[in-house]
């Protein structure tokens, strides 16, 4: 059994620029990270499994950020970024490297805080079930070809429906 590493350097939170017909990472920060995974096969490295540790080295929320994830190819011409979206964009990252054996940093880009919603705040509406709110469209005029058929004037109350005599 092999007790192999993958080891992946990484800049954090940049931006690609354009320089002619080529492209550059522009790093926020001029530090590089590294992360590594011990295992034999490349395969078990995942997208998310990629991700996460990616978040746990920044110390950041996963479910709290978007991140880009994307690189640089060594073996294109003209150098044009590429984006990693899935596992098989992983597995191509990980085995494309140049001559000389060397892999391309992994750029990511920190593109944006997502906000969570509080469902207690949803769910905190006061006077509003569905009974109530079907009365209030039905009081306004709106919804009101969904009473046909149910026996029910127009402006009846349905719960205030009236015994109508057969004389």
Excluded at 87 to 93: C, F, K, L, Q, T
Aim: aromatic share 8%; net charge negative.
């Amino acid at each position: 059994m092999c007790s192999c590493s993958t080891n992946i350097h990484f800049d954090y939170d940049g931006r690609y620029s354009k320089d002619g017909d080529d492209y550059e990472w522009i790093p926020t920060d001029a530090r590089l990270y590294d992360i590594s995974f011990k295992t034999s096969l490349l395969e078990e490295i995942t997208y998310s499994l990629l991700k996460e540790r990616i978040c746990r080295k920044m110390g950041i929320n996963p479910f709290a950020k978007m991140l880009n994830l994307g690189y640089i190819s060594l073996v294109v011409e003209p150098k044009r970024q590429s984006y990693i979206l899935d596992n098989e964009d992983v597995y191509v990252y990980l085995t494309s490297v140049d001559r000389e054996q060397r892999r391309s940093i992994l750029h990511v880009e920190d593109i944006e805080e997502l906000q969570i919603v509080r469902i207690t705040e949803q769910l905190s509406r006061v006077g509003e079930s569905s009974c109530s709110r079907n009365y209030c469209e039905r009081e306004s005029g709106y919804g009101e070809e969904e009473n046909v058929g149910t026996g029910l004037e127009h402006g009846e109350h349905p719960h205030k429906k009236q015994k109508k005599s057969r004389l």
